[in-house]
């Protein structure tokens, strides 16, 4: 098999393992679940009896017609039920025929309805529902037929693949639904205000329900029903994860696992030290240090918050935060050793100081490993594929150039598991830092400068070239002549840098909305970030465009080419931000110098190209190129320096002398660039035969 098949393959083996244990994990969990529906049913029916013939008896004295209310409701997997409540409303035709979500004084209630209402007694009754398996006792509240059809298909597929239940986050969140209803305008108030946000909830349930949050949804349920706290407003966050989750799961669990990891390593001491002094400690005394040891641990992870650390994603700082505690965890037996060999509390010899050193670091070592080990078992998997791209040269090979935030991101990105298997990286190159040629930093051996790329993509068969460089910089030209002449991809990652940079440093209160929006990222991607000038992309598509009118209808296009000699050593001398202030003056004055249908572009650190269109005659390309020689021969000032330039101006009547013009298709701006500026010094002969030879290369 190739090594190009051969990560699908991985891919496939992978998710299909995946998929297998979440169908078994999911059946049991539902298994349990329909376990516990039916349980606590089964039990809340037989206890309940008693109220249900109470309730039965207050609705017959409220008003005519029966206790029970049977409403139609969609189920799971899109089945319609019959859902059983008490009635608490009038038996009137409107009852049936007005809408299907009721407000705020609705007047088709009785006066025992709003009662049954605001208490969620009217919805016990449910527990028939549960017993017979159309409903659980927590899940998606069902939804009138009707409305549920009207929802987005992804969100009807995703409520509906469980089974919809007596409560939920979604029912104790919007339990006052009714007063936040307009009677005027009931439906369009449900349809827009309140049902995307139930939808939303519902599809949070869905995807991260479990046992314990089912059982926080059911504390939650019974506290609305004080007075007192049916008034607060419950975070979503403790919706989902209330106190018995956050319980269980942050200390009970944790707990246990710690209490299991010390007594493991206080049997292992035990064995040690039990055959080199041929006394064995006993079991019991085994666990009275297990379980101390436990104690202390997860109580001081508590107090400085490691228990609210989600491990899988956690970090440097929370792993020192770890050792910490296991130090402290260790000084505090030290202690109590000590103080047991003063006083003997307990009827057992103290402990040798080594041993209890031995189960400090032994049991911190493994509090990390069990906190850790999701990210060590996915540490070993990543080296895996690592070595594995490496040995087989998987997916397309990618050269990072500079290093610094901007390769950090770059490795970040390029290691993900949508990108691993798609791109190899292959190292880095970097001409800041030569004295670090050789050596292996961010993961990534620095394999040479930017002047060793070409011997790079030939050595490694490099498909793409990740500059991590600011735009400004005068090394992305070179990049970009080395990449073209190879016809090697080059990706820039300063431009969404850049982009996040004026959003974090915008004015305080100023919301850029438009800034990600894909018109915006259009405009970006062919635009020049500093002078706003259409960039080497556009020209070169629009020259294109313009070759080609131009071949068709006989019309007579001209380029010229401006190259700031200077603009270079303005840069090492005073900066980027200089630079750019004197790009964008220089910039003003050039777009004085066109017309309106002219195309002025910036296609390098220091050039800039005039498009112009439907010439009458070779005069005005001369009188345009006077204009741009004037306008740069007055100096330019920037924060009290002043700056001079002495550009180089080349200029072209296409359809005349330039070779390219024959094939527009094939048109490369830095080739016409080439080109143009070679006939500033050459006859008009030998300026085609340099295009041709720039394109035989």
């Not at 319609?80 to 809408?99: H, V």
């Not at 498909?463 to 190879?486: D, F, K, V, Y």
């Not at 438009?514 to 080497?536: C, I």
């Not at 070759?547 to 900066?575: C, S, W």
Request: net charge neutral; glycine share 6%; proline share 5%.
């Amino acid at each position: 098999m190739s090594s190009q098949t051969y990560p699908n393959r991985s891919d496939f083996i992978h998710n299909t393992h995946s998929f297998s244990i979440n169908l078994v994990n999911e059946a049991i969990r539902s298994w349990v679940k329909r376990a516990f529906d039916f349980t606590l049913a089964f039990v809340g029916l037989i206890i309940l009896a008693p109220v249900f013939i109470y309730i039965s008896i207050l609705i017959k004295r409220d008003s005519p017609g029966p206790v029970f209310f049977w409403g139609t409701r969609m189920g799971k997997h899109g089945q319609s039920f019959k859902i059983l409540k008490f009635r608490t409303m009038y038996e009137r035709l409107e009852s049936y025929q007005g809408p299907p979500v009721t407000a705020d004084k609705d007047q088709r209630i009785t006066p025992l309805g709003h009662w049954l209402r605001d208490t969620k007694i009217n919805e016990l009754p449910q527990l028939w529902n549960v017993l017979i398996g159309a409903m659980s006792i927590v899940g998606p509240r069902p939804e009138d037929v009707e409305i549920a059809k009207s929802w987005p298909q992804d969100a009807f597929e995703e409520i509906l693949s469980i089974r919809p239940g007596i409560t939920s986050p979604t029912s104790v969140l919007y339990h006052d639904e009714e007063k936040l209803l307009s009677q005027d305008n009931l439906m369009q108030d449900y349809l827009k205000r309140i049902l995307p946000d139930k939808i939303r909830l519902d599809r949070l349930y869905v995807r991260h329900h479990s046992f314990f949050s089912d059982l926080d949804a059911i504390f939650w349920t019974l506290a609305i029903i004080i007075p007192q706290l049916s008034k607060t407003k419950i975070p979503e966050g403790y919706l989902f994860a209330g106190p018995i989750s956050r319980l269980i799961h942050r200390y009970v669990n944790w707990f246990l696992i710690d209490f299991l990891v010390s007594l493991v390593v206080a049997y292992m001491a035990s064995f040690i030290w039990g055959i080199g002094l041929q006394a064995p400690l006993a079991m019991g005394y085994l666990t009275a240090i297990a379980l101390p040891v436990a104690l202390f641990f997860s109580g001081f992870n508590s107090l400085i918050g490691l228990d609210r650390v989600l491990w899988s994603e956690a970090t440097v700082d929370d792993a020192v935060r770890l050792i910490i505690s296991s130090a402290f965890m260790t000084a505090i037996l030290f202690i109590f050793n000590y103080v047991q060999s003063i006083y003997h509390w307990i009827d057992f010899s103290p402990l040798p100081p080594i041993m209890i050193l031995f189960i400090g670091v032994a049991a911190g070592v493994g509090f990390l490993s069990v906190r850790y080990r999701l990210r060590l078992l996915s540490s070993t998997a990543h080296r895996w594929v690592n070595w594995r791209q490496e040995t087989s040269r998987i997916g397309e090979r990618v050269l990072i150039v500079g290093l610094g935030e901007g390769n950090k991101i770059a490795n970040y990105l390029l290691r993900q598991r949508t990108f691993r298997t798609a791109f190899s990286i292959v190292g880095t190159v970097d001409n800041n830092n030569p004295s670090q040629h050789g050596m292996r930093v961010s993961g990534n051996w620095i394999l040479g400068g930017i002047r060793d790329i070409p011997t790079l993509i030939k050595r490694y068969d490099i498909g793409m070239i990740l500059s991590t460089i600011p735009h400004a910089e005068s090394e992305n030209e070179q990049i970009l002549e080395i990449c073209q002449r190879s016809h090697t991809r080059l990706i820039f990652l300063d431009d969404p840098l850049s982009m996040t940079n004026h959003q974090v440093t915008r004015p305080q209160g100023q919301i850029d909305s438009q800034l990600w929006s894909e018109g915006h990222l259009e405009y970006k991607a062919m635009h020049d970030v500093v002078t706003g000038l259409p960039n080497r992309y556009l020209l070169q598509d629009r020259v294109r465009h313009a070759f080609l009118y131009a071949k068709r209808y006989g019309t007579q296009p001209a380029l010229v080419f401006i190259e700031l000699n200077t603009m270079a050593k303005i840069d090492e001398t005073f900066g980027h931000t200089v630079t750019d202030e004197v790009l964008r003056n220089v910039t003003e004055q050039l777009k004085k110098c066109k017309r309106e249908s002219d195309t002025l572009a910036r296609f390098g650190f220091d050039k800039f190209a005039l498009l112009l269109e439907n010439l009458p005659s070779e005069r005005e390309i001369e009188i345009v190129v006077e204009r741009v020689r004037t306008a740069l021969s007055n100096p330019f000032h920037v924060d009290q320096h002043e700056f001079l330039f002495n550009a180089r101006i080349g200029h072209c009547m296409c359809q005349q002398t330039c070779a390219a013009f024959e094939n527009p298709e094939k048109v490369e701006i830095v080739r016409c660039y080439g080109c143009v500026m070679a006939k500033s010094t050459i006859n008009e002969k030998e300026a085609v035969n340099t295009y041709e030879n720039i394109l035989a290369e």
